[in-house]
């Protein structure tokens, strides 16, 4: 099961307008070592956060006060390289519920809707006004409804449509993880490792 | 019939069951793990009260948390210990095969399976890994996943995943002295960009792919992730066939012949359609160096860091905060830039013949003082191959020391870190910032530029000061 459902999210949005912004800057490698999933999110994007002595780096977007919000826009090809799903609990452990960019990872987005958090991927064009729009107007509310597949910029009245695989829509939508599924499947499962000792 | 892709062969005979509009159910025939992102899926199991469903298939090494010196010696970092051990015990408690530290057959994930015959042609592989692309130098299917999908295949041996798109990457002609496999994907990577291959599952194909060896291949595979790709296969040949039969526990298997008939029917066939077909003249190639912070900022090695009237303004940006991290200005020339750390290792390059090329380079040479150097095998057999070979000796005559193997500085989740504002050549797969530790600044390239840098001290060309 997942922990929440994802429905309708209406939030301020915080503004990441890099690129290729891998998994390695969201949680660097050595935090990995712990055994839980827990507690990620107080060094999500450390090394950007926080200077070598530990100070906060007050130029970071997630420190100033301005932005806040749990939708994370972000350039594009968002959370590239390392396949550790702890960037993605960083993230939902910090409070994000969504990631706009116009292109993800495939593992980070894979990993992401097995966390219930929802990529939303947007035409380059669209991103960058949005960006350039919630830079400049922090309080600029955006808001996904997943059932509609649609995200709404509610100052423009702009809208598009984001594509999402429906059974994963479903699942989100459900709280429902692939588990559950393949579980409830066991015994196609062994069927096929059947047919497959018989071939060979 | 339909001509059929290599890749959609495998894909097809794995496929459990499709979901209508979703993804299919993809049966899994290796499964590696390893301490860093397998914890959390063992609990999820424990939660759910459910058991590891073919623990047979599953094979645990610990690499990425573990020291490259004193092995032998409890690890000291407690954090790093209780991962180690949670392995173990898990391992234990499951009855799953596992080489921990120490372990004659200990190594990293990518290098272990290969060599002791875990991987084979035709299979499904995945771990918990992005790096697991490796495998599909002997022509499998193999990918990385996250932990949630890694209690997938724990309590299923099954996997939910949409189809990729295929793209075919031919290099073609013939590879110029000097210039490795390493620098042929660097090539490649530098040319599509870092995200230029996602939603693809790449097959390389052409004349200079079929002329490398399974470790040059391995090397080319490896890296397919940094350009984004679901993963990369080359379909297996006579250098495959060999590599395989000298693996104990496949080339004495009485029915080895009947293994080969299968496996030679893993090939594209002719007319089979990709979505995305590209390129390359391997002679065109040169040694390869990356100058910024992720692996698709790369350039000659006597070629120029772009200049910023060369950056489009959309990437200006993000390519101006990578050189600001770099030390590096726009337009600047790289060769003769000092260095201070050089990396041999890695599941990219830690193999025996990386260590090879590496000795032999250096071979009547002597490590500049400026110089730390970390080389590091892959596994315990490349390490005992090392030794045997005589590379160890080689390779203390020039002023190196071998350490044990683990995955090490490649991410540097253990001590062998480089200090910010350091400059490494690396023959790993990231030069992501701090990935070689806190402000640490990566060059990626081969080992041959690797060792250039080892005995000049800088960036310099291999082809300069190549042996024989």
């Known amino acids: ?200 | 019939m339909e001509p059929k892709t290599l890749f959609d062969k495998i894909w097809d005979s794995h496929v459990v069951r499709s979901i209508k509009e979703g993804p299919d159910v993809l049966y899994i025939d290796r499964h590696f793990i390893h301490e860093v992102t397998s914890p959390q899926a063992f609990a999820g199991l424990k939660q759910r009260g459910i058991p590891v469903f073919r623990p047979g298939k599953i094979l645990a090494t610990a690499d990425h948390n573990i020291p490259t010196k004193d092995q032998n010696l409890p690890i000291k970092d407690e954090l790093s210990r209780n991962q180690v051990e949670t392995l173990e015990e898990n391992c234990r408690q499951y009855g799953i095969e596992y080489f921990g530290l120490n372990h004659p057959k200990n190594g990293i994930v990518h290098v272990v399976g290969p060599e002791l015959g875990y991987t084979l042609p035709g299979m499904t592989i995945v771990c918990g890994d992005s790096h697991t692309s490796t495998h599909g130098a002997f022509g499998a299917i193999a990918f990385g996943i996250g932990t949630s999908e890694v209690e997938m295949v724990l309590a299923t041996q099954c996997i939910l995943q949409p189809r990729p798109k295929r793209m075919r990457i031919s290099v073609t002609g013939k590879l110029n002295k000097g210039v490795t496999s390493k620098d042929i994907i660097l090539y490649i990577i530098s040319q599509i960009s870092t995200g230029g291959a996602t939603g693809y599952f790449v097959e390389y194909a052409g004349s200079a792919i079929e002329a490398l060896s399974m470790e040059g291949r391995m090397t080319i595979c490896n890296m397919s992730i940094e350009m984004g790709a679901r993963g990369g296969l080359i379909a297996p040949d006579e250098t495959t066939y060999e590599y395989l039969k000298q693996v104990p526990t496949i080339g004495n298997q009485p029915d080895f012949y009947a293994l080969l008939k299968d496996w030679n029917k893993l090939k594209s066939d002719r007319g089979a359609e990709f979505d995305r077909e590209l390129t390359f003249d391997a002679g065109k190639i040169r040694p390869m160096i990356t100058y910024g912070t992720n692996p698709g900022m790369g350039i000659a090695i006597d070629d120029s860091i772009p200049a910023i009237d060369d950056i489009s303004e959309d990437r200006s940006a993000s390519f101006r905060k990578s050189l600001d991290y770099m030390g590096f200005i726009p337009g600047m020339k790289l060769l003769g830039h000092p260095i201070d750390y050089v990396f041999l290792g890695s599941c990219t390059n830690g193999r025996i013949e990386d260590l090879r090329a590496f000795a032999n380079f250096v071979k009547g040479k002597k490590k500049a003082s400026r110089i730390t150097a970390l080389i590091v095998p892959g596994s315990k057999k490349v390490e005992q191959q090392a030794i045997n070979e005589g590379l160890v000796k080689i390779l203390k005559k020039a002023g190196f020391e071998l350490r044990q193997p683990a995955c090490s500085s490649c991410l540097a989740m253990n001590e062998d870190k480089v200090p910010a504002g350091k400059y490494a050549v690396s023959t790993s797969n990231r030069n992501f910032e701090g990935r070689q530790g806190p402000g640490a600044r990566t060059l990626l390239a081969s080992p041959l530029t690797a060792a250039a840098a080892a005995v000049t001290g800088r960036i310099t060309d291999p082809r300069d000061l190549l042996n024989n």
């Open chain 1, 1 to 200: 099961m997942l922990k929440e459902k994802f429905d309708i999210l209406e939030t301020t949005c915080v503004p990441l307008p890099l690129e290729n912004v891998d998994t390695d800057q969201i949680i660097p490698a050595r935090f990995l070592s712990a055994t839980t999933r827990e507690g990620f999110g107080e060094n999500l994007f450390r090394d950007w956060r926080y200077d070598k002595s530990g100070r906060k780096n007050e130029s970071f977007v997630l420190n100033n006060p301005k932005y806040s919000g749990k939708i994370l826009v972000a350039g594009k090809n968002f959370g590239s390289g390392s396949s550790r799903e702890h960037a993605v609990w960083a993230l939902v452990d910090y409070g994000f519920r969504a990631v706009v960019s116009s292109f993800f990872a495939d593992i980070f987005r894979n990993n992401s809707l097995n966390n219930g958090l929802l990529p939303v991927m947007v035409q380059e064009n669209f991103l960058k006004d949005l960006l350039d729009l919630i830079i400049k107007e922090p309080g600029n509310k955006i808001r996904i409804d997943l059932a509609e597949q649609s995200l709404y910029v509610i100052s423009s009245g702009e809208s598009v449509r984001f594509e999402i695989n429906p059974y994963k829509k479903e699942c989100l939508m459900k709280g429902l993880d692939d588990i559950d599924y393949l579980l409830s499947i066991k015994n196609s499962i062994t069927a096929y490792e059947f047919r497959n000792t018989l071939k060979k």
